[in-house]
């Protein structure tokens, strides 16, 4: 199955009304896919530590290099993202990806 991508022109994203359209069919693609459990939660985890340091979608795009709509796909627990992703996304938003299948470098186990 061919993922889709998503664009929003510059013109359409400065019109409300055209860029609240263009949005709910991304949504509403976006609902259409299986999801994970741990990709959900992820997202959520992804959506909470956002708001907790009152970025938008828009300032968190900046920051990390990853689209607005497939941002929005991610926080929704709708998109499997890579490492590389996560580790940009943490970035953007100042987090320790550090987990416990990752030993540290000074580790003897």
Do not use: W
Not at 52 to 70: C, M
Request: proline share 4%; aromatic share 4%; net charge positive.
């Amino acid at each position: 199955m061919e993922q889709k991508t998503y664009s929003i022109s510059p013109e359409v994203y400065k019109d409300k009304k055209k860029r609240a359209r263009a949005l709910t069919k991304i949504h509403a693609d976006a609902n259409r896919k299986p999801r994970s459990p741990l990709i959900i939660e992820l997202g959520k985890t992804i959506r909470e530590r956002r708001e907790a340091k009152k970025l938008t979608l828009e300032e968190v795009e900046q920051l990390s290099g990853i689209g607005f709509s497939y941002l929005i796909k991610i926080e929704k627990g709708r998109a499997n993202i890579s490492v590389e992703t996560l580790e940009r996304i943490a970035a953007a938003l100042e987090l320790d990806l550090r987990i416990e299948l990752v030993r540290p470098k000074n580790s003897n186990q």
